[in-house]
T-cell receptor
Framework: DGGITQSPKYLFRKEGQNVTLSCEQN?????MYWYRQDPGQGLRLIYY???????QKGDIAEGYSVSREKKESFPLTVTSAQKNPTAFYLC???????????????FGPGTRLTVL | GENVEQHPSTLSVQEGDSAVIKCTYS??????FPWYKQELGKRPQLIID?????GEKKDQRIAVTLNKTAKHFSLHITETQPEDSAVYFC????????????FGKGTKLTVNP
C-alpha cells in the first residue's frame, strides 16, 4: 500500500475555516487527482494535474483549491466557500504516457473530513 | 460530458454463485475501462481493466466484457467468496482527450456464506 500517502486520516474543523489536505507520492507519477466520495455518489473529481505547475478543474471544483509546485505533492484546500465539505477525500496518481503505469490510478488511503 | 451509468447499486449473492455488474458509457471515443474494488474503509484498487481493441479479458475468477457498439461493459465474478464483498466501481477514459477517469456510482456486492 505504499507509494501514495494522505494525511491526516481523520480531520475535524469548525465551519468557516479553511483546511488543507496533504497528498504525497513517491511513484514518480506525472498526474495526480483529487476525488470526493459521498455515500451512493461514487467518486467525483475535484481537481487534477497532469504535470507540475499545471492543474484543471474537475466536475465539482467550486469551494476547493489546489497547487502543484512539486511533482510529489498535490495539496487540496477546502475553503469556507464549500457548502457541504464533510466527506471522504481520496487522492490518486498515475503515470504519464512514457511511464508504463499510464492508465492505472493508484489511490491514497483517504482523509475523512468532518466539519462541525 | 462523459457519463457512466452503473447497475445494480446493490447486489447480494450466495457464496459460490456468479455476480454480474454492468456499466454503460456515453462517449463513443472512450477507449479504456477499468474496474476498481473498494473494501470497507479502504482505498479503491484496480482489479481488472480492458481496452477498446479487446472484447473480453479474464483473470482467474473475474472477467470483463466490452461491447463497443452498445457502449457497455460488464464485470463478471464467478465462484464468489465472502472476501469478494466490497463496493465495485467501473470507469471509462478517453486517451488523448482529457485523460481523466469518469466513474460509475458503484455497486455494493454482498456475498453471503
Amino acid at each position: 500500500d505504499g507509494g501514495i500517502t494522505q494525511s491526516p486520516k481523520y480531520l475535524f474543523r469548525k465551519e468557516g475555516q479553511n483546511v488543507t489536505l496533504s497528498c504525497e507520492q513517491n511513484l514518480n507519477h506525472d498526474a495526480m487527482y483529487w476525488y470526493r466520495q459521498d455515500p451512493g455518489q461514487g467518486l467525483r473529481l475535484i481537481y487534477y494535474s497532469q504535470i507540475v505547475n499545471d492543474f484543471q478543474k474537475g466536475d465539482i471544483a467550486e469551494g476547493y483549491s489546489v497547487s502543484r509546485e512539486k511533482k510529489e505533492s498535490f495539496p487540496l484546500t477546502v475553503t469556507s466557500a464549500q457548502k457541504n465539505p464533510t466527506a471522504f477525500y481520496l487522492c490518486a496518481s498515475s503515470g504519464g504516457r512514457g511511464q508504463g503505469t499510464y492508465n492505472e490510478q493508484f489511490f491514497g488511503p483517504g482523509t475523512r473530513l468532518t466539519v462541525l | 460530458g462523459e457519463n457512466v451509468e452503473q447497475h445494480p447499486s446493490t447486489l447480494s449473492v450466495q457464496e459460490g454463485d456468479s455476480a454480474v455488474i454492468k456499466c454503460t458509457y456515453s462517449d463513443s471515443a472512450s477507449n479504456y475501462f477499468p474496474w476498481y474494488k473498494q473494501e470497507l474503509g479502504k482505498r479503491p484498487q484496480l482489479i481488472i481493466d480492458i481496452r477498446s481493441n479487446v472484447g473480453e479479458k479474464k483473470d482467474q475468477r473475474i472477467a470483463v466484457t466490452l461491447n463497443k457498439t452498445a457502449k457497455h461493459f460488464s464485470l463478471h465474478i464467478t465462484e464468489t467468496q465472502p472476501e469478494d464483498s466490497a463496493v465495485y466501481f467501473c470507469a471509462s477514459k478517453t486517451q488523448g482527450g482529457s485523460e481523466k477517469l469518469v466513474f460509475g456510482k458503484g455497486t455494493k456486492l454482498t456475498v453471503n456464506p
